[in-house]
């Protein structure tokens, strides 16, 4: 199989979509924590990954968004970080055969970094390498470092999957609008500067993921800035499925396969190079935005 970076400078790829609520369809309950099934379902995960691989993404997630030893205390699931990581990444693995590439999924740690909370960077930088070095150890292409606020929090993953080796890195932030074109993370970080932050600590593809509120019109304005910033560093965007809905207290994503389908045209010609999906989307939308690629 090529090389992921020389491929993306080839032709634009797609990323898959939502993990989460597949894993809801298929019966997870919403106290317990996805990496459980890494090793209690592995077939359930396998059947998420086989239906996005089957709807042409050619970028397969491992379910270890939750999986630094951090967030996995929560769940008093710390002693098992190494093993449901290392699985996460061999099912995915399993999915995307020689076919596709696998992400090591690494989403934030759950707290803040000093001096906001009590996390030091030197015991974060720990804890993301040994999750990184468990994705690894399972067969993970690339890291994925995403729905990220904090660019220090970026910098500190980076920094870790750079000591793993050579894999190449992703890094997405999710953002919310500060302005009628303007978009910040929840830190209050700029576009400019989230990206110019991943990239100077090494990031070989940078972007957004999820947000919040966002609408397909501000994804577009995303996009443009984000490209503007980013320069020749390649960027991956995946959106939601349009604007959340309030129903009752549940917010839904309810944008039609065919919706998200329609922006993926102008996505590529805004000069985004992978695209993909988060809340609200599902194999059926990720085949539609797969066939309009
Ligand atoms: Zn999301």
């Not at 317990?32 to 998420?48: G, Q």
């Not at 220090?152 to 999710?174: M, N, Q």
């Not at 090494?202 to 443009?224: I, S």
């Not at 329609?262 to 190079?273: K, S």
Request: hydrophobic share 45%; proline share 5%; charged share 15%.
């Amino acid at each position: 199989m090529t090389d992921l970076l020389s491929s993306l400078a080839a032709h634009p790829l797609v990323c898959d979509g939502a993990m989460g609520t597949q894993l809801f369809a298929r019966g997870l309950n919403s106290g317990e924590t996805s990496l459980l099934w890494n090793a209690a379902h592995p077939d359930r995960v396998l059947a998420v990954h086989e239906a996005y691989r089957q709807a042409g993404c050619q970028l397969i997630t491992t379910n270890t968004f939750g999986g630094s030893a951090s967030a996995l205390d929560r769940h008093g699931l710390v002693p098992r970080m190494a093993e449901l990581n290392r699985e996460g990444a061999r099912i995915a693995r399993q999915a995307a055969g020689n076919a596709a590439w696998v992400l090591g999924d690494i989403g934030p740690f759950g707290d803040f970094l000093e001096p906001l909370g009590d996390m030091t960077v030197e015991d974060l930088h720990a804890m993301f390498r040994a999750q990184i070095a468990a994705l690894m150890e399972g067969g993970a292409d690339a890291i994925l470092v995403e729905t990220m606020s904090d660019p220090a929090e970026v910098e500190v993953a980076v920094s870790a999957a750079k000591d793993c080796g050579s894999l190449p890195i992703i890094a997405t932030y999710a953002f919310q609008k500060s302005g009628p074109t303007e978009f910040r993370t929840m830190m209050g970080t700029s576009v400019e500067e989230a990206v110019e932050r991943a990239v100077a600590a090494g990031a070989h593809c940078v972007g957004a993921n999820c947000g919040t509120a966002l609408a397909f019109p501000d994804y577009m304005e995303l996009a443009r800035q984000l490209v503007r910033a980013a320069g020749k560093t390649p960027v991956i965007l995946q959106p939601n499925a349009g604007a959340p809905q309030v129903v009752g207290d549940q917010t839904i994503y309810n944008a039609t396969p065919e919706e998200m389908a329609a922006i993926v045209a102008p996505l590529l010609e805004i000069g985004v190079r992978i695209v993909g999906g988060c809340c609200g989307t599902s194999p059926t939308h990720l085949a539609a935005m797969s066939r309009a690629i």
